[in-house]
């Protein structure tokens, strides 16, 4: 009976040994979970501005009103530099009724984790296309 418990007695530091292992893969998924998420609602963001701006020119909008509508539907961190209207087809001299009219944002997302900006490419650019036709 005394050896078995100096055998046990030994393994006092065992969870503590093994916590230091399991405990940067934890976090590790942990930051890898707020980066996902913070990329994909910014994606989210500027899906839903590039159809706001697609639907106001689809109903005749002019192409600041269009641009400002999708600033104001973006509220996203740093939108006056980082969000760019890349596409904005046909010119609205061209819009005639029954004509697709395309719209597309794009966003860089900065990642604040070091290790995962040194993964993968910093800052990830985001692009969203909306398309309808012209009423």
């Avoid at 009976?1 to 940067?24: D, S, Y």
């Avoid at 994606?43 to 269009?66: F, H, P, S």
Wanted: no cysteine; glycine share 6%.
């Amino acid at each position: 009976m005394i050896w078995i418990r100096k055998l046990f007695g030994r393994q006092k530091g065992q969870t503590l040994v093994e916590l230091a292992l399991v405990l940067p893969i934890i976090i590790l998924i942990l930051f890898g979970i707020l980066e996902f998420g913070r990329i994909f609602h910014s994606y989210i963001v500027i899906t839903n501005a590039a159809r706001e701006g697609v639907r106001l020119g689809a109903v005749g909008k002019q192409d600041e009103e269009i641009i400002s509508r999708i600033r104001e539907a973006a509220p996203l961190y740093e939108a006056d530099s980082r969000l760019q209207v890349t596409r904005l087809e046909p010119n609205e001299s061209a819009r005639t009724s029954g004509l697709p009219l395309t719209v597309e944002v794009t966003y860089d997302v900065e990642l604040v984790t070091p290790l995962f900006s040194s993964v993968l490419p910093n800052p990830v650019t985001l692009k969203s296309k909306a398309v309808m036709r012209v009423e």
